[in-house]
């Protein structure tokens, strides 16, 4: 727990802290705070988190949707959801992309890996049937 203590909030200077932020740890006041699910937020993680709750971002869509198109037999699209998708779970993890984008990037992830696996097994069967055409 964070000692409050002449504490004053990150917005407002005159203002007492009542409180950290719950997801990035800046001190807010009463006015500034946002109580959810019994967690406080300052109002930047509140917009990111409680706003956008409904919807994730158009790059973990984008994520979700390569991955099914790479599993329709275009595994390379799928591999470029895969990144896709750690990109945007590292920028959810940082706070720069809504919570709500979570539940997309892991079914980004778990269409990019299908698709890496058989893109693998592509190129091997492909090379396969390149050197036994070249005997």
Do not use: W
């Not at 002449?6 to 997801?23: I, K």
């Not at 509140?46 to 198109?69: D, E, I, T, W």
């Not at 896709?84 to 997309?104: C, K, Q, T, V």
Request: glycine share 12%; net charge positive; aromatic share 6%.
């Amino acid at each position: 727990m964070i000692a409050l203590d002449g504490a004053h909030c990150a917005l407002h200077p005159t203002a007492t802290a009542s409180g950290t932020c719950d997801r990035c740890g800046a001190f807010v006041c009463y006015g500034c705070e946002t109580l959810f699910e019994g967690k406080r937020y300052c109002p930047a993680c509140a917009k990111k988190m409680v706003q956008p709750l409904v919807r994730g971002s158009n790059q973990a869509y984008a994520a979700v949707v390569l991955g099914v198109m790479g599993l329709h037999c275009m595994f390379p699209l799928g591999v470029i959801g895969l990144v896709l998708a750690f990109i945007e779970d590292g920028a959810i993890n940082r706070g720069e992309a809504p919570e709500a984008g979570r539940g997309l990037v892991k079914a980004a992830k778990v269409c990019g890996y299908i698709c890496a696996v058989l893109t693998g097994m592509s190129a091997v069967i492909l090379a396969g049937v390149i050197f036994s055409a070249s005997r």
